[in-house]
């Protein structure tokens, strides 16, 4: 696939996405978002692939929705090989069930929150700053709130979406919006630490916890022992488990 604002390949169990649109920030588009829902779905899709690592090329991960175009969409760059659906770049990434990391170098504004917020793990170098300036504008974060209920309090939620100014990684961390500030060695570690680990079981679960999102807590533990007892059939995992209990 050809893609106009992104770049995509396949190394081993990993899957690279990188947001190539640096000219404009990395500020996303209805065809930007498309291109993302396809590349996830292909990394979805592969059987070799148990972990997505998502990057972006330039100073600025990402700065969100380019406005003018989601105005004036003859302003997008179409492209022919992609339907664009209209669908939220959180939506695209809460539909993804295997594992993933961001990996910021750069500063995070705005709608760009939603890339990262949509990945399990995210990390950064120390010098990362983030930023939602939507009310600077007469505007408000709303797609980013529901991102953001994810790791924070509504309270806290609002308190920094009324807070303009940016701030740093370590603040970040304090919010639950970024996991660790890691060196690159440290990233490679982790990365590679993934390469034995089941996908299979690795979707079930992530499946699984989304399912039960809306659920009774009543529900929830049968629910989630029918997901226990339906991986449990699976042979490759009867035989580790043989293989377990063998072990002295």
Known sequence: MKYNFISTKVEGHVFYLTLDREAKRNAFTPTMVNELAYALEEAKQNPTVNLLVLQAKGPVFCAGMDLKTYQDRSLDQLNPAIENKNISLGEVFDQFN??????????????????????????????VQFKLPELSFGIFPFQVMASLSRVMSEKKIMQLCLDPNAFGSEKAM????????????????????????????????ADALKAIRDMESAKQYDYLLSCLEQLKDREEVKQQIQSGIKKP
């Open 98 to 127: 295997k594992p993933s990391i961001a990996i910021l170098d750069g500063d995070v504004i705005a709608g760009g929150f939603l890339y990262i917020l949509g990945c399990t793990y995210v990390f950064a170098k120390k010098e």
């Open 174 to 205: 304090e919010f639950g919006i970024l996991d660790g500030i890691k060196s690159d060695e440290e990233i490679q570690e982790f990365i590679a630490s993934f390469a034995q680990k089941s996908t299979f079981a690795m979707q079930a679960g």
